[in-house]
């Protein structure tokens, strides 16, 4: 029997490597999805149109907005960023488990619409070694990785809406811990309907000797 | 650091291979603790007292009773058996999770007591394999079987009680998924407040340069 797929938003600090984690996630297991957004900011070299994002002028956004076509969404600098509604959708009901890769706010709204999506924070073991990671990378000012450290103290005030929370201090030990817990979501007996139906049905039958 | 263990409640149709389950479980891992039922029952052969059960008689279980020693107790055929308190707390606060395997009145007792409690159903992956598997047995006369569908088809009834729903297809899998369904349960934020509270405390005093 075809499951239908959880909506699972992983948020955590900027640089801690959930990124990467979700990456992996992807090419190791082929039952989930990772959601594209919709923007109105300009492709980046590189980046491809229904892959990165997709891409709209501010027009196509807004009427977007206006249909319900969007989980979620937010202005920064002047650029709309949110969450296709139907890609979500199309991907759940094709038994995919879609990942929303977004910051509280928006996983806050996406849990008003979706009461039923699993929310996930992503943390590094310790502040220290987020420090470490935005340092290492090499490619961020002293400005840039204060202005992170910051926001990450404001972010981690939001922990506790989340379902679960997940350390991740080894890549490959994150993956399987991420794909441990989406695969325990699927185990509520509300997301197993049919089944316990099913079973009570077959049940039945049998005490009654029907079968 | 340590974390405080949970208290996992497994119940299933009888004869659906659950015990085999909780045995290998507690084999292969070595944070599991199976708890010790407390009866009035005579002790059959081979059984240890301590290990089976705790042997004691009908006024010491009495008194236990009165003084809340039991987290749930229930009687049959003429005797008490129950779920002592003090080994489940003991286990638990040396960072063991412990498991009970009860049927689903008890289970429903425990999850009052300890609304924090994880309530484990384990299913077989039809009506068809539970009969083939308490036939299977040869031990069992077909008014016992009968009797046992009979039960379950009752028990059927009540699974939307649980938590999380697995089914025993392959001993092998369903061994790995308690696991991993319990290192899941581990990972909710009421349940690693020391974990948050100090990484808020760490990105503050990064943030404000203390360190």
Chains 1, 2 share one sequence.
Do not use: W
């Not at 297991?29 to 492709?43: D, E, G, I, Q």
Request: aromatic share 8%; with cysteine.
């Amino acid at each position: 029997m075809k499951h239908k797929g959880i909506l699972i938003v992983v948020s955590g600090f900027s640089g801690a490597g959930k990124g990467t984690v979700m990456k992996e996630l992807i090419n190791r297991y082929p039952n989930y999805a990772l959601s594209v957004s919709m923007t109105t900011r300009k492709p980046r070299e590189g980046e491809k149109d229904g892959v990165s994002y997709f891409f709209v002028d501010k027009a196509k956004f807004e009427d977007t907005i206006v249909a319900e076509g969007l989980i979620e969404y937010a202005q920064y600098c002047e650029n709309y960023y949110g969450t296709p509604r139907a890609y979500v959708e199309e991907q759940m009901d094709a038994g995919k488990d879609v990942i929303l890769e977004i910051e509280i706010q928006g996983a806050l709204k996406v849990k008003e619409k979706f009461p039923d999506a699993l929310l996930v924070f992503i943390m590094p073991p310790s502040a220290q070694e987020l420090k470490r990671r935005l340092t290492a990378r090499g490619t961020e000012t002293q400005e840039v990785i204060d202005a992170r450290m910051a926001r990450a103290a404001e972010e981690a005030e939001g922990i506790e809406a989340y379902d679960l929370l997940i350390v991740d201090d080894d890549l490959e030990e994150c993956v399987e811990h991420m794909h441990s817990v989406i695969s325990a979501a699927h185990c509520r007996p509300d997301r197993n309907k049919a089944m316990i139906e099913n079973m009570r049905k077959e049940l039945n039958a049998l005490v009654k000797g029907e079968k």
